[in-house]
C-alpha cells in the first residue's frame, strides 16, 4: 500500500507543525520489481557464503542484463526480469572468469512467490534510481562548502529507508564534517614519526567510509600488488598507481571490519576531541560543524528537492498533511519531595521545591556525615570562594555538610591533564569528582568538549562526578540544582515519581558490550535496576568470556537480572540500541527462569532523522514529548525540547508505545542537577563513558552498588 503523499508544509496560525526528515515514497516510481535467488553448490560453509557472493552481484549483473539490479533480504531484485536462458549463461562465465570468488554459485533462478516488502521497495529504489541522482545531489551539496584556518567544511548526506504505516518511505539527513587541508598525506610529512598517525580519524575520499587508523602496514613500495588486488574501484587504483613508493599504508578499523588504504587515498577528519593537536578554532569549529535547525532543514532541502524534482518521493510528512502520525504526549508527572506530598513536576519549580520541602530519600550515612568532595579547579579566577558558598548553601538549605578533600589546580585542560588529575583524585576518600570548568560552547545534541572529557575519565571509572561552569558559580539560582546533583551522587534522591508507572514494578536499564578477541569475544553488561518510581534499588556490572560466539550467556544475565528482586515481576527494559537476535533469545531464556514478565523498549540514538517544529515563521525544536509515528510499535520522539534530535523508540508488545514513550519522559525527568534537561533517560545514560572505560581497561570489571555513578 502507498500512502497518499502530503501537500507541501505550510505554516498555520494555530499549533506549531511539526515535520520530519522523512519522505513518502511515489507510487509511480515504483515499477514491478522481481527478485532472484542464488542455488549454491558445495559444503554447509558455501552455502554460508550466499550473502557475501549475492552482495558482490549486481556490479557484474548491471553489466550484462538491464534494469537496477540490487542485493535486498537474500534476493537480487531488479525492475526488469532477465531470460533464464541467459542467466545460465552469466553464471557459467562468471565462474570461469572468477572462479575464487564465484566457485560455489550454482545458478540464479527466479523467485515466483514473492512480493516486496514496504522496506524493499524502498531499499531498491535507494540502491537503484537514486544512484543516479548522486552528481546532481553532491554538486548541490558542493556549495555549501567552505575553508576555515587548515581545514574545510564538507557536507554530506545519507539515505535510510523506512515502513512507514505500512509504506515505503525514505529519510534525507546532511551530517557536515570537518576535513584536515590537504590531506591525510600532507599531514603525514610533517611527522617526525609515522606512528603518530595511529589514533587519528580518517575518511575514504571515495567512498566517504570512516575510520580509525589502528596500524602502520608497511611503504606502498612493498604493497602495492597487495593493495591493488584488493579493490575494484578504477578511481582507487589510480591513487595507489600515482603514489610513491615511500607512502604509508594504513589500517583502518571501520565497526567491525578493517581495511588497508595508501595515505594518498584518505582525508583526516577533525574531531572535537582534536582541536588542539590541529590548531582550529573552536568557535569557527563549532559554528561549522553545529547547524541551527533552520541551516539543518535548508541543507536536507537541497537533497530532497533534487529528488522531488525526478518524481521519486512527495513532501516530508508533516502534522498539516499526515496529523495521524504526529502527537505530542504530554504526561502530567507529580513529584514526591520531603513532606511525602505529591506535587507537580515544572521543571521551572524544582530549585525551590528542594529549598522548600527537602529530599524524598536521605542515605542514613549523611545523618551523620559529611559529603566528601575532590575539586577539579579549571577556572580562570579560582573556585575557592565558590566552594565555601556551596558549603554554607549546604547547610542552610538542604541540612547537608560538605568536606572537601581535596582540591587539584588545573590551568591547561586537556584529556591527558584531566586523566592525571582523576587518577590522583581516585586515590582520595572521595564520594564525588567536582569539576570546575571555565565556560565552553555546548551544541544542543551533544556535550561541550572538555565536559566530555570529564565523563569519560570519571564514569569511565565508575567515579560519581559532577560538572559547573564558571558562569553558574557565579549565579546563586544555580546553587539547589548542585545541591541535588551531589546529593545524588552521593546516594540520595532530591525526589520520586509520586505516581508509580502503573504497567511496571521495576525499571531496568540495559548495556550489553562486545569486544572482539582472537579466541572469542569479551562480553560486559551493566543493569541500572529502578522502582517503577524511579529509585534505584542497584546496579550490577558483570563480564563473560564467549569462546563460541553463539550468543549471550545465560550465566550473565542471571548476575545482571537476579531472581531475588525480578522473580515473578513485571520488568520493564530499557534497552540501550537495537536488540540483537542473539540477545532477545537470551532474554527470553531468562524471562522464563524467572517467570517474569518481560517488556522491552530499545532506545536507538543512530541514525535517527530530524523533528522539527514551525513556529512563526521559525524553525526550532518540537515540544517535549513530540512524537512521529512509525508503525503501532515504533516512533521518533523528542525528549529534550533544546535539540531538532529524536530518539527512535520500538515497543515489544503487550506494552504500548505511548506507555513506552511514558516510561522513558518519566526517566529523563530523573537527571538531578543538571538544568537543562537530557536526551536520554537515566536508565542508559553515559553508557558511551562507560563503554569508552571499558574499552580502555579502567573500569571495573566487577561492580555493584546503590549510587548512580552515571549521573
Known amino acids: 500500500m502507498i500512502a497518499r503523499a502530503p501537500p507541501p508544509l505550510k505554516e498555520t496560525m494555530t499549533n506549531p507543525q511539526l515535520f520530519v526528515e522523512v519522505f513518502p515514497i511515489r507510487a509511480e516510481a515504483l515499477p514491478p520489481l522481481h527478485a532472484y535467488r542464488l542455488i549454491m553448490s558445495g559444503d554447509e560453509l558455501a552455502q554460508q557464503n550466499a550473502r557475501r557472493i549475492g552482495s558482490r552481484l549486481p556490479g557484474y549483473l548491471r553489466q550484462a542484463f538491464s534494469g537496477y539490479w540490487a542485493w535486498i533480504g537474500g534476493r537480487l531484485v531488479v525492475d526488469a526480469a532477465a531470460p533464464p536462458e541467459k542467466l545460465a549463461a552469466f553464471v557459467v562465465d562468471l565462474r570461469a572468469a572468477f572462479p575464487r570468488q564465484f566457485a560455489p554459485l550454482a545458478a540464479i533462478e527466479v523467485d515466483v512467490g514473492w512480493q516486496p516488502a514496504p522496506l524493499q521497495s524502498a531499499d531498491w529504489l535507494v540502491r537503484g534510481p537514486l544512484t543516479a541522482l548522486e552528481p546532481t545531489i553532491l554538486e548541490a551539496l558542493a556549495r555549501t562548502v567552505f575553508s576555515i584556518k587548515n581545514t574545510r567544511v564538507t557536507r554530506e548526506y545519507r539515505m535510510r529507508t523506512w515502513s512507514v504505516g505500512g509504506s515505503p518511505a525514505l529519510s534525507v539527513s546532511v551530517v557536515s564534517r570537518l576535513l584536515y587541508e590537504p590531506d591525510l598525506q600532507g599531514y603525514a610529512a610533517t611527522l617526525a614519526d609515522a606512528t603518530e598517525m595511529i589514533g587519528l580519524w580518517v575518511a575514504d575520499k571515495q567512498t566517504g567510509l570512516q575510520g580509525e587508523i589502528v596500524r602502520l602496514v608497511g611503504l606502498l613500495g612493498e604493497q602495492r600488488s597487495r593493495l591493488r588486488a584488493l579493490t575494484s574501484s578504477a578511481a582507487m587504483q589510480e591513487i595507489i598507481d600515482a603514489a610513491p613508493d615511500d607512502h604509508w599504508v594504513v589500517r583502518v578499523a571501520s565497526g567491525i571490519r578493517d581495511f588497508d588504504y595508501v595515505t594518498d587515498a584518505l582525508d583526516l577528519v577533525i574531531r572535537p576531541d582534536d582541536i588542539a593537536q590541529f590548531a582550529i578554532n573552536k568557535g569557527q569549529m563549532d559554528r561549522a560543524l553545529h547547524l541551527k535547525p533552520a541551516a539543518h532543514a535548508q541543507m536536507v532541502k537541497l537533497v530532497s528537492d533534487v529528488v522531488k524534482e525526478s518524481g521519486l518521493i512527495a513532501n516530508a510528512y508533516h502534522s498539516n498533511g499526515a496529523a495521524h502520525l504526529f502527537s505530542t504526549l504530554s504526561p502530567q508527572f507529580s513529584l514526591q519531595w520531603g513532606d511525602s506530598r505529591p506535587r507537580p513536576y515544572l ?55 560538605i568536606e572537601i578533600v581535596r582540591v587539584r589546580d588545573m590551568r591547561v585542560i586537556s584529556q591527558a591533564n584531566l586523566d592525571s588529575a582523576v587518577r590522583l583524585l581516585a586515590k582520595e576518600d572521595a564520594a564525588v569528582i567536582l569539576a570546575c570548568l571555565p565556560d565552553e560552547t555546548e551544541a544542543a545534541e551533544e556535550e561541550a568538549v572538555n565536559q566530555r572529557y570529564v565523563r569519560l575519565q570519571t564514569i569511565g571509572r565508575a567515579l560519581p562526578s559532577l560538572v559547573i561552569h564558571e558562569s553558574a558559580m557565579q549565579d546563586p539560582a544555580q546553587m539547589p540544582h548542585l545541591l541535588m546533583g551531589l546529593l545524588a551522587r552521593a546516594g540520595g534522591a532530591p525526589y520520586l515519581l509520586a505516581d508509580p508507572l502503573s504497567y511496571a514494578d521495576w525499571v531496568v536499564g540495559l548495556s550489553l558490550f562486545e569486544q572482539q578477541k582472537r579466541e572469542g569475544s569479551a562480553i560486559t553488561g551493566i543493569s541500572r535496576v529502578y522502582q517503577s518510581n524511579g529509585h534505584l534499588r542497584y546496579h550490577t556490572v558483570a563480564g563473560d568470556f564467549n569462546a563460541t560466539g553463539q550468543g549471550i550467556p545465560d550465566d550473565l544475565l542471571a548476575r545482571l537480572l537476579p531472581a531475588a528482586q525480578l522473580g515473578k515481576q513485571r520488568v520493564l527494559l530499557h534497552i540501550d540500541g537495537r536488540l540483537s537476535r542473539e540477545a532477545a533469545q537470551a532474554l527470553g531464556r531468562r524471562e522464563d527462569a524467572l517467570d517474569a514478565t518481560f517488556l522491552t523498549v530499545e532506545l536507538i540514538r543512530a541514525g535517527v532523522p530530524r523533528l522539527y517544529a514551525l513556529d512563526g515563521g521559525r524553525i526550532g525544536p518540537p515540544a517535549w514529548g513530540s512524537l512521529f509515528r512509525i508503525s503501532e510499535a515504533e516512533a521518533f520522539v523528542q525528549t529534550a525540547d533544546t535539540s531538532v534530535q529524536p530518539l527512535h523508540v520500538r515497543a515489544e508488545a503487550p506494552l504500548k508505545i505511548e506507555q513506552a514513550v511514558e516510561s522513558i519522559l518519566a526517566f529523563t525527568i530523573l537527571h538531578y542537577g543538571m538544568v537543562a534537561p537530557s536526551k536520554l533517560p537515566v536508565t542508559i545514560h553515559q553508557t558511551e563513558s562507560i563503554e569508552a572505560g571499558i574499552a580502555r581497561g579502567i573500569f571495573p570489571a566487577k561492580l555493584g552498588g546503590e549510587t548512580a555513578f552515571w549521573l
Do not use: C, N, W
Not at 542514613?364 to 579547579?377: M, S, T
Open 347 to 401: 521543571r521551572e519549580r524544582l530549585a525551590g521545591d528542594f529549598t522548600a520541602y527537602g529530599a524524598a530519600l536521605m542515605p542514613e550515612k549523611l545523618h551523620h556525615q559529611p559529603i566528601r568532595l575532590a575539586v577539579i579547579d579549571a577556572t580562570s579566577t579560582g573556585a575557592k570562594d565558590f566552594l565555601e558558598a556551596l558549603r554554607r548553601a549546604a547547610e542552610r538549605d538542604a541540612t547537608l555538610r
